[in-house]
């Protein structure tokens, strides 16, 4: 039951959307007209029609996405292999390409809407009580929607895999392929031993800034919190630096347009669009995948594997194609009627993903005469736009959602480690910046949370940081929900069943408004907002229970689920994959994708699950005994 304010807030958000969608749509229009280097158009992937694939190919690759990409690029190296990748998207639009937009492409047609089944620990503020889970439906995956955050992990995150008997995985071998994939732009690093300059993939720091990121850095040296290497993807993780990200001249570099607009032209690649795989087909006496079915043009298609099949669907969906295709937990199979090729008990289990707790969003005084934060009025207008177009430079190249990014140690843990267990974005915008028209719908947030906490601060100067949880305690599954691959699975996150897990944010909040009190910080007289949830002002504002209560209602998934086809030794019984990614009980089937991690790493999962194609192309060569 939405209550009056809420419906005044509905109205006010629907009479927004009118502008925004104008200044899109001209956005997009000028692009065209006066971007070749967006619109890329000898280089875009062109999708095969289906009456000119093959019968047969010795790869087939399910899923186009962060993982799916790379691999599909690095096999078709060799020139004797036929290699179909299978994407059930499109390809990625020239609005994805800007920075500063990114989250209007969450809930668009690129993104495939998956919500939580509902609970009564977290995303309380959420619409039915669910969380929004976007993933990418396009060709480029999850990188074509993500904040482009470049995040390797910390080195003890892959010698802790290594630890778990997956040999090969370790800090010391991971090393060479994120160095493999990066092409290192930003001139601070090119010479620096831990990058790599010559990948497909271009790492730069963002085009464009608000004068906050200055008072964020200034602040953290303050408190003596910089990271002494200026980077959080070197000799040290914990501290406070201006993030990387995966662009290009200030623009996205998906994995498409890393990996497959190079390859584009290989007669051995073949890229289906639109193309969804419902099964992987299985010899169930020889238990050897053969090949897959998949529906394109609203039509069914069978293609065959003379080598492999390999599932790159992502955290979600690699679980369920396999449940789908009759390796999974027996009983589960049983109940959707689906036959028990292989009884699998970890297929969709050890569900893991960075929760974040939203909410730590202080208003400031601005003492000078220019903007300080991004507020959507004045960032999305005509002018903007003539700049991005024109004079390729504004705020449109910015990511104003992280600035500054941090890693710290809470009083869990041993900082002297440099095993940080809170990553901080700290953001130019807040909630209250773009009305609610496109973070409050990526978020899935209710309109009566939003009136309740942001209408009556609309538009005011403000920043927001928000505290993520590195590795959580928690563990969530994927279910199916039936026997239906166009029916959404069942997501069951879990988040904070372990009671570590809530108290290591709750100190992540805390250390945010401690770095409030700095001397540089104060100049801004930052005041935490004062429109409390509802159910949150039963607790003293600022305390432990107060920001407990506000992650419970203000959950955010960072878009990293991981795990559900676990990488372990034979003798694990929830191991799905071994360490060269092979699927235990069936031949001729791999996982390379983020759900073969056996625990999730600290930071972003983009850059690792390419990392992850890099290792398993390079694995697969060996397998098939082509030389590196």
């Given at each position: 039951m939405?209550?009056l304010?809420?419906?005044?807030t509905?109205?006010?958000?629907?009479?927004?959307?009118?502008?925004?969608l104008?200044?899109?749509?001209?956005l997009?229009s000028?692009?065209?007209?006066?971007?070749?280097?967006?619109?890329?158009?000898?280089?875009?992937?062109?999708?095969?029609?289906?009456?000119?694939?093959?019968?047969i190919?010795?790869?087939?690759?399910v899923?186009?996405?962060s993982?799916g990409a790379?691999l599909a690029?690095?096999?078709?190296?060799v020139?004797?292999?036929?290699?179909?990748?299978?994407?059930?998207?499109?390809?990625?639009?020239?609005?994805?390409?800007?920075?500063?937009?990114f989250?209007?492409?969450?809930?668009?047609k690129?993104?495939?809407k998956?919500r939580?089944e509902?609970s009564?620990r977290?995303?309380?503020?959420?619409?039915?009580g669910?969380?929004?889970?976007?993933?990418?439906?396009?060709?480029?995956?999850?990188?074509?929607?993500?904040?482009?955050?470049y995040?390797?992990?910390?080195?003890?995150?892959?010698?802790?895999?290594?630890?778990?008997?997956n040999?090969?995985?370790?800090w010391?071998?991971?090393?060479?392929y994120?160095?493999?994939?990066?092409?290192?732009r930003d001139?601070?690093?090119?010479n620096?031993?831990?990058?790599g300059?010559?990948?497909p993939?271009s790492?730069?720091?963002?085009?464009?800034?608000?004068?906050?990121?200055q008072?964020?850095?200034?602040?953290?040296?303050?408190?003596?919190?910089?990271?002494?290497?200026n980077?959080?993807?070197?000799?040290?993780?914990?501290g406070f630096?201006?993030?990387?990200?995966?662009i290009r001249?200030?623009?996205r570099?998906?994995?498409?347009?890393?990996y497959l607009r190079?390859?584009?032209?290989?007669?051995?690649?073949?890229?289906?669009?639109?193309s969804?795989v419902?099964?992987?087909?299985?010899?169930?006496?020889?238990?050897?995948?053969?090949?897959v079915v998949f529906?394109k043009?609203?039509?069914k298609?069978?293609v065959?594997?003379s080598?492999?099949?390999?599932l790159?669907s992502?955290?979600i969906?690699?679980?369920?194609?396999?449940k789908?295709?009759?390796?999974?937990?027996?009983?589960?199979?049983?109940?959707h009627?689906?036959?028990?090729?292989?009884n699998?008990?970890?297929?969709?289990?050890?569900?893991?993903d960075?929760?974040?707790?939203?909410g730590?969003?202080?208003l400031?005084q601005?003492?000078?005469?220019y903007?300080?934060?991004?507020?959507?009025?004045?960032?999305?207008?005509?002018?903007?736009v003539r700049e991005?177009?024109?004079?390729k430079?504004?705020?449109?190249?910015a990511?104003?959602?992280?600035?500054?990014?941090?890693?710290?140690?809470?009083k869990?843990?041993?900082?002297?480690?440099?095993?940080?267990?809170?990553?901080i974005?700290?953001?130019?915008?807040?909630?209250?910046?773009?009305?609610?028209?496109f973070?409050?719908?990526a978020?899935?947030?209710?309109?009566?949370?939003?009136?309740?906490?942001?209408?009556?601060?609309?538009?005011?100067?403000?920043?927001?940081?928000?505290?993520?949880?590195m590795?959580?305690?928690?563990?969530g599954?994927?279910?199916?929900?039936?026997k239906?691959?166009?029916?959404?699975?069942?997501?069951?996150p879990?988040?904070?069943?372990d009671?570590?897990?809530i108290?290591?944010?709750?100190?992540?909040s805390?250390?945010?408004?401690?770095?409030t009190k700095?001397k540089?910080?104060?100049?801004?007289?930052p005041?935490?907002?004062p429109?409390v949830?509802?159910?949150?002002?039963?607790?003293?504002?600022?305390s432990?229970?107060?920001?407990?209560?506000l992650?419970?209602?203000?959950?955010?998934?960072?878009?990293?689920?991981?795990?559900?086809c676990?990488?372990?030794?034979?003798?694990d019984?929830?191991?799905?994959?071994?360490a060269?990614?092979?699927?235990?009980?069936i031949s001729?089937l791999r996982?390379?994708?983020?759900?073969?991690?056996?625990?999730?790493?600290?930071?972003n999962t983009?850059v690792?699950?390419?990392?992850?194609?890099?290792?398993?192309?390079d694995?697969i060569?060996?397998?098939?005994?082509?030389?590196?």
């Open positions: 939405v209550t304010s809420g419906v005044f509905s109205i006010r958000i629907a009479c927004s959307y009118g502008t925004g104008v200044l899109l749509i001209l997009d000028a692009i065209w007209m006066q971007r070749p280097d967006i619109v890329d158009w000898n280089n875009r992937v062109q999708d095969m029609p289906s009456h000119l694939l093959y019968d190919y010795d790869f087939v690759i899923g186009g996405g993982s790379a690029a690095r096999l078709s190296e020139e004797s292999w036929n290699v179909l990748l299978l994407e059930a998207g499109p390809d990625e639009s020239y609005l994805s390409e800007v920075p500063m937009i989250a209007t492409l969450q809930q668009s690129f993104d495939w998956f939580t509902k009564e977290f995303c309380l503020a959420m619409n039915d669910q969380c929004n889970w976007p993933r990418g439906k396009v060709l480029g995956g999850s990188s074509v929607l993500n904040a482009m955050l995040i390797r992990g910390n080195k003890k995150d892959y010698d802790q895999w290594e630890k778990f008997g040999p090969g995985w370790g010391r071998h991971v090393l060479h994120f160095k493999k994939l990066e092409n290192m001139p601070e690093f090119v620096d031993d831990m990058h300059t010559e990948g993939l790492v730069e720091r963002f085009k464009f800034n608000s004068p906050l990121m008072f964020f850095l200034d602040a953290a040296a303050e408190m003596r919190y910089l990271n002494p290497f980077e959080l993807n070197g000799k040290q993780q914990t630096a201006r993030p990387h990200g995966t001249d200030g623009l570099c998906s994995t498409a347009k890393a190079p390859a584009v032209h290989r007669k051995n690649l073949h890229v289906a669009l639109n969804q419902e099964k992987v087909l299985i010899d169930k006496d020889t238990k050897r995948a053969f090949g529906k043009d609203s039509q298609f069978v065959f594997a080598r492999e099949v390999i790159s992502g955290a969906q690699s679980p369920q194609l396999l789908l295709s009759g390796v999974g937990p027996e009983e589960e199979l049983k109940e009627d689906i036959d028990v090729i292989f699998s008990p970890g297929v969709g289990e050890n569900l893991q960075h929760v974040a707790a939203g730590s969003l202080y400031v601005n003492p000078y005469n903007s300080l934060s991004f507020i959507a009025p004045k960032v999305l207008q005509v002018e903007s991005f177009v024109f004079n430079t504004g705020p449109l190249y990511l104003p959602f992280c600035e500054v990014m941090a890693f710290i140690s809470t869990y843990i041993d900082y002297r480690e440099d095993w940080p267990d809170i990553q974005f700290f953001a130019s915008v807040s909630d209250n910046s773009d009305g609610g028209m973070g409050r719908r978020a899935g947030m209710s309109v009566d949370y939003y009136s309740e906490t942001y209408e009556q601060i609309l538009y005011k100067d403000s920043f927001m940081a928000i505290p993520l949880l590795r959580p305690k928690s563990r599954r994927i279910l199916l929900s039936s239906d691959a166009d029916d959404h699975p069942i997501i069951k879990n988040y904070f069943e009671r570590l897990d108290a290591t944010l709750v100190e992540g805390k250390f945010i408004h401690e770095f700095t540089v910080m104060q100049k801004l007289k005041v935490f907002n429109n949830p509802p159910k949150c002002r039963q607790f003293e504002m600022l432990d229970d107060f920001f407990e209560c992650a419970r209602h203000y959950s955010q998934t960072i878009y990293h689920p991981v795990g559900t676990k990488m372990g030794p034979k003798h019984p929830m191991a799905v994959v071994d060269r990614l092979r699927v235990y009980g001729n996982v390379v994708d983020a759900s073969i991690m056996p625990t999730i790493v600290s930071g983009n690792p699950c390419i990392m992850i194609a890099e290792k398993a192309a694995m060569k060996e397998d098939h005994s082509f030389g590196l």
